[in-house]
């Protein structure tokens, strides 16, 4: 394999400004190395953080992203300057998971996503929202995604 596949990345490998918002942000895509294989990918954002739009307060959450990718796969760094986009952006729970799923399947279209985000208690109440573009592909391995239900501290 050559490294042609990583020409054109602004963001790798160098120094990068952080988006103002999502849609600032810059996501990347690099060609797939394997696209005649189906296989499993997964990003986990354990410390994901973004505004409640009604009070300004942090909301943090655990964001498990799983993939089959198509003909792309995303530039890591490109989704973690995408995920880190969100601090400053006020929106719902839903709305901020849904929003990060959409945004991958427009700019990757991948053979199969889903998305859980963990989102930890405000008010008392967790609340945890999930996304998937269909069945994934047949032969492909889908492991749990691992995050138990909130349970507090018992």
């Given at each position: 394999?050559?490294?042609?596949?990583?020409?054109?990345?602004?963001?790798?490998?160098?120094?990068?400004?952080?988006?103002?918002?999502?849609?600032?942000?810059?996501?990347?895509?690099?060609?797939?190395?394997?696209?005649?294989?189906?296989?499993?990918?997964?990003?986990?954002?354990?410390?994901?953080?973004?505004?409640?739009?009604v009070t300004g307060q942090p909301d943090f959450a655990h964001m498990v992203i799983d993939y089959v990718p198509?003909?792309?796969?995303?530039?890591?760094?490109?989704?973690?300057?995408?995920?880190?986009?969100?601090?400053?952006?006020?929106?719902?729970?839903?709305?901020?998971?849904?929003?990060?799923?959409?945004?991958?399947?427009?700019?990757l279209n991948p053979k199969w996503l889903r998305i859980g985000g963990y989102w930890y208690p405000r008010g008392?109440?967790?609340?945890?929202?999930?996304?998937?573009?269909?069945?994934?592909?047949?032969?492909?391995?889908?492991?749990?995604?691992?995050?138990?239900?909130?349970?507090?501290?018992?």
């Open positions: 394999m050559t490294n042609e596949i990583y020409e054109g990345l602004s963001q790798l490998g160098g120094a990068n400004v952080q988006a103002n918002s999502p849609e600032e942000a810059v996501l990347e895509k690099v060609p797939n190395p394997r696209p005649n294989s189906d296989y499993f990918v997964r990003f986990t954002c354990p410390e994901f953080t973004s505004l409640c739009p198509g003909e792309h796969l995303v530039e890591s760094k490109s989704l973690k300057l995408y995920m880190h986009s969100f601090r400053n952006h006020a929106g719902f729970h839903e709305d901020c998971t849904v929003g990060i799923a959409e945004r991958l399947v427009k700019e008392g109440i967790p609340i945890d929202v999930y996304y998937q573009t269909g069945e994934p592909p047949i032969d492909v391995w889908v492991p749990d995604q691992g995050v138990p239900t909130y349970r507090g501290r018992g």
